[in-house]
C-alpha cells in the first residue's frame, strides 16, 4: 500500500492565487513527521516545511502553510500568493517513527504551473 | 558556501563499468542518505549512514556500495552497471533533533548506455 499519495499529478494556479496540493498519509505509527519538497526543473530538492505527528498547531513557513488533519491523516500544502517561481514539482515525504535519523518516504509528486 | 555537494553532477558511461559518485556535507550533521529519483521522478531510499555506521539499507542491488569515510562524506560506488541504474542520484544529510528536514544535494545524472 502506498505510505504517501499525492493525488494531483498537474496542477494549474493563476500568479497570485493560493493553490492546495493534496497529501494524505498512511502509517500506524503514533509517531512520525511530515514534510513537503520543492523541486524545480533544475533539478534540486528544496526543503519548504516539516509537521510533526504530535503537533497541535499547523505549520506555516512564510507563504507555505500546511493544512494538517490528524484524523484523516491528510498534510495539504497551502501556497498563498503565487509567484511564477513557485512553478516546479512538489513532493510530500513522511518519516517515521521516533527515530530522529529515519528515511523519507515520498509520494508521487504533483506538478505545480503558475499561469500570469 | 554548498552545503551538500555531490560530484560529478552528469555521469555518462556504459553497461558493465564501475563507476562512484562522492557526497560530501559541511553542515556537520551526523546522518546522510542516497536516494534514487527515478526517469518518472519517483524518489527511493537506498542508504542511510548515522556517524558512518549503516542504519538503512533498503532493498538495494549489492552491486551498490556505499562508504562512509568520516562523518562528512558518503560516496556511492556501482558495480557492473546495467541500463536499468540510469537515474538520478541524490545524497542527503540531517542532524539528529525533531525536525530532522533532510538537505539535498543537486543530484548526479547517471546515464548508462
Known amino acids: 500500500a502506498q505510505k504517501i499519495t499525492q493525488t494531483q499529478p498537474g496542477m494549474f494556479v493563476q500568479e497570485k492565487e493560493a493553490v492546495t496540493l493534496d497529501c494524505t498519509y498512511d502509517?500506524?505509527?503514533?509517531?512520525?513527521?511530515l514534510f513537503w519538497y520543492k523541486q524545480p526543473s533544475s533539478g534540486e530538492m528544496i526543503f519548504l516545511i516539516y509537521?510533526?505527528?504530535?503537533?497541535?498547531q499547523n505549520a506555516t513557513e512564510g507563504r507555505y502553510s500546511l493544512n494538517f488533519q490528524k484524523a484523516r491523516k491528510s498534510a495539504n500544502l497551502v501556497i498563498s500568493a503565487s509567484q511564477l517561481g513557485d512553478s516546479a514539482m512538489y513532493f510530500c515525504?513522511?518519516?517515521?517513527?521516533?527515530?530522529?535519523?529515519?528515511?523519507?518516504?515520498f509520494g508521487q509528486g504533483t506538478i505545480l504551473t503558475v499561469h500570469p | 558556501d554548498t552545503a551538500v555537494s555531490q560530484t560529478p553532477k552528469y555521469l555518462v558511461t556504459q553497461m558493465g563499468n564501475d563507476k562512484s559518485i562522492k557526497c560530501e556535507q559541511n553542515?556537520?550533521?551526523?546522518?546522510m542518505y542516497w536516494y534514487k529519483q527515478d526517469s518518472k521522478k519517483f524518489l527511493k531510499i537506498m542508504f542511510s549512514?548515522?556517524?558512518?555506521?549503516?542504519?538503512i539499507n533498503e532493498t538495494v542491488p549489492n552491486r551498490f556500495s556505499p562508504k562512509s569515510p568520516d562523518k562528512a562524506h558518503l560516496n556511492l560506488h556501482i558495480n557492473s552497471l546495467e541500463l536499468g541504474d540510469s537515474a538520478v542520484y541524490f545524497c542527503?544529510?540531517?542532524?539528529?533533533?525533531?525536525?530532522?528536514?533532510?538537505?539535498f544535494g543537486p543530484g548526479t545524472r547517471l546515464t548508462v548506455l
Open positions: 542527503a544529510s540531517s542532524q539528529a533533533n525533531r525536525q530532522n528536514e533532510q538537505f
Open positions: 502509517t500506524s505509527d503514533p509517531s512520525y513527521g
Open positions: 509537521q510533526g505527528s504530535y503537533d497541535q
Open positions: 515525504a513522511m518519516r517515521e517513527g521516533r527515530t530522529s535519523y529515519g528515511k523519507l518516504t
Open positions: 553542515l556537520g550533521h551526523d546522518t
Open positions: 549512514y548515522n556517524n558512518k555506521e549503516l542504519i
